[in-house]
């Protein structure tokens, strides 16, 4: 067996597997090294593609027609008037605030504030576990591979190597868990225009 290898005894017989880097190691490799972003490369590559700001952005930074193109686009109505308007002075309004930490304490804003803080909690429960179950994987790999395959052994029962491909599906599948970026959003989103500077 030049080069390495794996040995598999399963129902079908003795499977050879060589010790080759494959494109799929390479892929896993990488999602492992990047923290698991790679799960969200739908929304970080191609949306970025795809994803044109948000009406209140683009008024908000002074760009008044195309905030109102990007508002027709998305109701798919030319009727936006009141609604473009609402978002016109409700970007005024939220320039004239001169202390947003001050306004985001106040009662018409706590609603908000317990979400973006649960929302915070729920994402480091949601790490946490996913770090527990990745040490768990990452334990029951060693294990089976520090007792089940020695410089001498070629091969490893079937059980044992279904169990160690189940094991790293999970380890990769905790990055999955998370809600990625939505920590972040979703608290900027809900609160009103004059406080979420803060």
């Known amino acids: 067996m030049a ?3 794996l040995a598999v005894t399963g129902r079908r017989g003795r499977q050879e597997f060589e ?3 494959t494109p799929i190691v390479i892929i896993l490799g990488i999602m492992a090294a990047t923290g698991g972003l790679m799960f969200r490369y739908d ?3 191609s949306g970025a593609l795809l ?5 209140n952005s683009l008024i908000e930074r002074g760009k008044l027609e195309e905030g109102k193109v990007v508002l027709i686009k998305i109701r798919r109505t030319k009727n ?11 970007s005024r309004i939220a320039k004239e605030v001169k202390h947003p930490f001050r306004n985001l304490l ?14 915070q909690y729920i994402r480091i429960q949601e790490r946490l576990q996913a770090g ?17 395959v020695t410089d001498t052994s070629e091969n490893l029962n079937f059980g044992f190597a279904m169990l160690v ?14 809600c990625g970026p939505l920590g972040c959003l979703i608290p900027s989103e809900t609160f009103p225009l004059e406080t979420r500077s803060a």
């Not at 106040?106 to 929302?119: E, F, S, Y």
């Not at 990745?134 to 089940?148: D, E, H, P, Y």
């Not at 094991?167 to 868990?177: E, G, Q, R, Y």
């Open 51 to 55: 994803v044109v700001d948000t009406p």
């Open 165 to 178: 491909v189940i094991m790293i599906c999970t380890f990769v599948l905790a990055f999955a868990w998370s």
């Open 19 to 21: 010790a080759k880097v």
């Open 132 to 148: 527990v179950q990745m040490f768990c994987a990452q334990l029951v790999i060693a294990v089976i591979l520090g007792f089940k």
């Open 43 to 45: 929304v970080g590559v």
């Open 3 to 5: 080069g390495g290898g």
């Open 80 to 90: 936006i008037k009141p609604e473009y308007l609402e978002l016109v002075a409700a």
């Open 106 to 119: 106040q009662r018409k804003n706590r609603p908000q504030l317990i979400i973006a803080v649960a929302l």
